[in-house]
């Protein structure tokens, strides 16, 4: 079993920039691909990014292409998730979540560890 911890939310005002940290403990951080969803109120989470168990490809959403950027490190057990150019449309709940690897890593069902989440707020 995998444990996720998120850490890094908070609020900012539009423009600005967050970086969001997932933690894994109790399994092999390195056998899985690793995403990020958000959702908001009143909406489904949605898929954000993210990264194959080696660190070699990443996948985004339309939306968040060219301002976010996820990485990880298998040594830390950590996947990150770096927030530039942030806008109010960014408010959410993100959460990090671990599935196997080479799955389709848009679909939520897919994913066997979620986190539970570190609110992100932007303000215009």
């Known amino acids: 079993q995998v444990q996720l911890v998120e850490s890094g939310g908070g609020s900012v005002q539009a423009g600005g920039s967050l970086t969001l940290s997932c933690t894994a403990s109790?399994?092999?951080?390195?056998?899985?691909?690793m995403g990020w969803f958000r959702q908001a109120p009143g909406q489904e989470r949605e898929f954000v990014a993210a990264?194959?168990?080696?660190?070699?490809?990443?996948y985004y959403a339309d939306s968040v292409k060219g301002r976010l950027t996820v990485s990880r490190d298998n040594v830390k057990n950590t996947v990150y998730l770096q927030m530039n150019t942030l806008k109010p449309e960014d408010t959410a709940v993100y959460y990090c979540?671990?599935?196997?690897?080479?799955?389709?890593?848009?679909?939520?069902?897919?994913?066997?560890?979620w986190g539970r989440g570190t609110q992100v707020t932007v303000s215009s």
């Open positions: 990264i194959r168990w080696s660190g070699s490809t990443a």
């Open positions: 979540a671990a599935g196997p690897a080479g799955m389709t890593v848009t679909q939520t069902y897919r994913y066997f560890f």
């Open positions: 109790g399994g092999t951080f390195s056998r899985y691909d």
